[in-house]
């Protein structure tokens, strides 16, 4: 029996294919030495491709940056968004979305520190700049769901009286920072500290 010839890929495929090994492998070169101290041409080497390829597809660094930001936020964002829509009060939707995401980085470690590298860099680009969208906004714009999240717990009286804005923020700073960093860190205690934080004082426990 002739095996069928394996499916050429279209010149659009082709190009996804080759963003999305640039976009893997800065990510492991991020996680492991920084974004900084990641050439673009060690990118490029390390996904098997000459320099050209990069300069191609991304402008400069903090666009590949940004991409691999998006990439991880793509891949863990389906499963904290089935954790903010699991049955229960807020605080229990809460605490579903603590523990994927933990759940994510334990089992994700490379990306997870990734996305903390291109945070971080990132935002220090942002700092220095003086023009553009400063990354905070687009930090803010990320927690929209955590917003809704904390808005309805408080409309339903589970959660009291607090900026659900800064809430979400914090949140996510602990865990886009400290659990990555600290990749044996207790998911229980995170959410002992959100639940308490958040619930109103008349809300079951």
């Known amino acids: 029996m002739i095996d069928s010839p394996t499916p050429r890929l279209t010149r659009r495929e082709s190009q ?111 700092a220095a700049a003086s023009h553009g969208q400063p990354y905070g906004q687009r930090s803010a714009d990320s927690v929209a769901d955590l917003v809704t999240l904390f808005e309805d717990g408080q409309r339903r009286g589970e959660m009291r009286d607090f900026d659900p804005i800064t809430m979400a923020l914090s949140l996510r700073s602990v865990l886009d920072t400290a659990v990555p960093a600290h990749p044996r860190i207790e998911a229980d205690e995170i959410i002992a500290l959100f639940d308490h934080a958040t619930r109103a004082e008349e809300a079951p426990q």
């Open 16 to 126: 996804e294919l080759t963003r999305r090994r640039l976009i893997e492998s800065a990510a492991t070169l991020f996680a492991d030495h920084g974004v900084r101290s990641t050439s673009l041409i060690a990118v490029a080497e390390n996904a098997g491709f000459s320099r050209g390829a990069v300069h191609g597809n991304f402008s400069d660094k903090d666009e590949l940056a940004a991409a691999v930001v998006q990439f991880v936020v793509e891949d863990l964002g389906p499963e904290l968004v089935r954790a903010l829509n699991s049955p229960g009060s807020a605080n229990d939707r809460l605490a579903a979305y603590v523990s994927t995401h933990i759940d994510y980085c334990r089992r994700e470690p490379t990306r997870a520190a990734a996305i903390i590298a291109a945070v971080g860099y990132l935002s220090r680009a942002a």
